[in-house]
C-alpha cells in the first residue's frame, strides 16, 4: 500500500515540568505525535527523546538500531498515558486497574498493595478501590485512569482527548486534577485536545497543528494574543 507520512518535519521542545497542549482539528496529526512519544507509533525520520532518552533506537557508531519489544516497554513504564474512553478493565476493579501496570512491572504485591492506596488518595477516590468501572461516574473513570497512569512513577504523562467525553463540570475536575499532578508531583504533562478551554485551564505553551506539521508553538498567551495562522485564529475565534 505504500507509506504515508503523517507527520512532516515537526520541531518541538516541552521542558520538564511544563504542560503542553497540542490543539489542531481532527485529522492534524496529534493523536499520531502523541503515539510516537511512546512508540506505540514508530518514528521514520528523525529524531524524538523524551527526559534524554532516544524514543525506539538506539545510537552507536553514528548509526540507529531499532531496540527490542523489551526495551520499548521499559522507554513506555516512564511515559504514562491517559485515553478519552479511560481505556479501563471492567473486569477490574479500580483498585484493580491501578495495579495493572504494577503486576506488569513486576513490583511486590505488599508494595502494589500501598501504590494503589496512595493513588487512589491522591485523585480523590480512596473509597471507591472495590468498584468496578460500571459502578463510576464518567469523570471518576477517568480519574481511575490518571491513578493508573501514574502508578509506575513516569517523568512524563500524555493525555489524549482526555476530556472530550466529560461534561464541563466533570472536564473542570479532571484538569484541576492534571494541573495537581503537574504541581505536586512535577510531573510534564502533554495534551491534545481540540478544546480551546483545555488550552486556557492549564497549559504553559501549545502548539497548533495543521496537516501534520506544528504552525505555531509558544507561551499560551502569546500564540492567543499574536495569532499568525489561519487555523489559530479560528480557534480564538471560538474561546
Known amino acids: 500500500f505504500g507509506s504515508l507520512n503523517v507527520l512532516k518535519g515537526i520541531t518541538l521542545e516541552v521542558q520538564p515540568g511544563e504542560v503542553a497542549c497540542l490543539l489542531g482539528p481532527s485529522g492534524s496529526g496529534k493523536?499520531?505525535?502523541?503515539?510516537?512519544?511512546?512508540?506505540?507509533?514508530?518514528?521514520?525520520?528523525?529524531?524524538?527523546?523524551?527526559?534524554?532518552?532516544?524514543?525506539?533506537?538506539?545510537?552507536?557508531?553514528?548509526?540507529l538500531y531499532e531496540i527490542s519489544e523489551k526495551e520499548a516497554a521499559a522507554q513506555r513504564a516512564d511515559i504514562g498515558m491517559v485515553f478519552q474512553q479511560f481505556n479501563l478493565f471492567n473486569s477490574r476493579t479500580a483498585a484493580g486497574n491501578i495495579e495493572y501496570p504494577l503486576k506488569l512491572a513486576g513490583v511486590e504485591k505488599q508494595e502494589r498493595a500501598r501504590r494503589v492506596e496512595e493513588l487512589l488518595d491522591f485523585v480523590g477516590l480512596a473509597e471507591r478501590g472495590k468498584n468496578y468501572p460500571e459502578q463510576l461516574s464518567g469523570g471518576q473513570k477517568q480519574r481511575v485512569g490518571i491513578a493508573r497512569s501514574l502508578a509506575t512513577d513516569p517523568s512524563l504523562l500524555l493525555a489524549d482527548e482526555a476530556t472530550s467525553a466529560l461534561d464541563p463540570e466533570t472536564t473542570q475536575d479532571v484538569l484541576d486534577l492534571l494541573h495537581k499532578v503537574n504541581r505536586e508531583l512535577g510531573i510534564t504533562i502533554v495534551v491534545i485536545t481540540h478544546e480551546m478551554e483545555v488550552v486556557r485551564s492549564i497549559a504553559d505553551r501549545v502548539a497548533v497543528m495543521?496537516?501534520?506539521?506544528?504552525?505555531?508553538?509558544?507561551?499560551?498567551?502569546?500564540?492567543?494574543?499574536?495569532?499568525?495562522?489561519?487555523?489559530?485564529?479560528?480557534?480564538?475565534?471560538?474561546?
Open 210 to 239: 495543521e496537516k501534520g506539521k506544528v504552525v505555531e508553538y509558544g507561551p499560551v498567551h502569546e500564540i492567543f494574543s499574536h495569532p499568525r495562522e489561519e487555523v489559530t485564529k479560528r480557534f480564538v475565534a471560538t474561546a
Open 31 to 63: 493523536s499520531t505525535f502523541l503515539r510516537c512519544c511512546n512508540h506505540l507509533e514508530k518514528v521514520t525520520a528523525g529524531r524524538l527523546y523524551v527526559d534524554g532518552d532516544l524514543i525506539g533506537y538506539r545510537e552507536r557508531d553514528g548509526a
